[in-house]
């Protein structure tokens, strides 16, 4: 006598949001243009920034180590903020704009799915930026050792969760990819200028430092750099990357359901 297992509820889930995985992953892939936004601007920019301002510890405006370890700490949060403010909107809304969500809930997906697998993919393709960036650090001015690699990790982390949450709420609010596309350009390059990825922060006027405050860029930044560099433990920052986080993936749990209801 023979019996055969049917796969439970759980596994069945766990085997869509795999297909619907690979399937995203595929398709994110085509977009060329996107693809290289996200992983040749933070690489080019950091290696022109870093060739131009050396590799002296004297310098007040970047409080007192390696302008090229300054940067490449910083731009960690470049590649977040071009994944998070520009791949990932643009894709969630081109869906959402041609009712594949409501494709998706009518194949059986649950309503969380979709917005979640945009979250590990959008966590995947940092993990990706993140490697290009220690390759090519170590290729040019050398990847900078950290002070206290346990936080450092953690404010990766944290900035890596936050920035992908705000990519998949902006898709989920914002009504088309070119909408979506036209605000994170829009609020990219402020945050890129303002945040720690262009000017050194002591170049900034005090308005313009009073301003970068309220940008969720410069607390990822800094929740990863302070305790990378020795600069400081950057607890401070964790924790408002952590009420951002919260926040964000509300907006994206709650804008799935009325979504899909609505479409």
């Not at 001015?141 to 346990?150: H, I, R, Y």
Request: no cysteine; charged share 10%; proline share 6%.
């Amino acid at each position: 006598m023979t019996t055969t297992t049917t796969p439970g509820p759980a596994t069945g889930t766990v085997q869509l949001l795999l297909r619907m995985y690979r399937n995203e992953m595929r398709l994110f892939f085509r977009e060329l243009q996107v693809l290289v936004f996200v992983f040749g601007f933070p690489i080019v920019t950091v290696l022109i920034l870093g060739g131009v301002f050396g590799n002296g510890n004297d310098d007040e405006g970047f409080e007192f180590v390696n302008p090229q370890h300054f940067y490449v700490a910083a731009y960690f949060g470049v590649v977040l903020a071009a994944i998070g403010l520009i791949m990932l909107p643009a894709h969630v809304a081109s869906y959402r704009e041609r009712g594949v969500l409501r494709r998706f809930d009518t194949a059986g997906f649950p309503i969380w799915a979709f917005p979640a697998v945009q979250f590990l993919a959008g966590i995947t393709f940092a993990l990706m930026g993140f490697s290009a960036l220690i390759v090519t650090a170590f290729a040019s001015s050398g990847f900078p050792g950290m002070e206290n690699a346990p936080r450092t990790l953690l404010g990766l982390a944290a900035g890596t969760a936050t920035f992908v949450s705000i990519g998949v709420a902006l898709g989920m609010l914002l009504p088309s990819g070119r909408a979506a596309q036209g605000l994170g350009l829009t609020l990219f390059f402020p945050m890129f200028l303002l945040a720690g990825g262009g000017p050194p922060p002591e170049a900034l006027s005090p308005t313009m430092k009073q301003i970068s405050q309220f940008m969720p860029l410069s607390h990822v930044i800094r929740a990863a750099q302070e305790p990378w560099l020795g600069l400081g433990d950057g607890i401070a920052h964790l924790w408002i990357l952590l009420g951002v986080f919260v926040a964000a993936t509300a907006v994206w749990l709650v804008r799935s359901s009325v979504v899909v209801r609505s479409a």
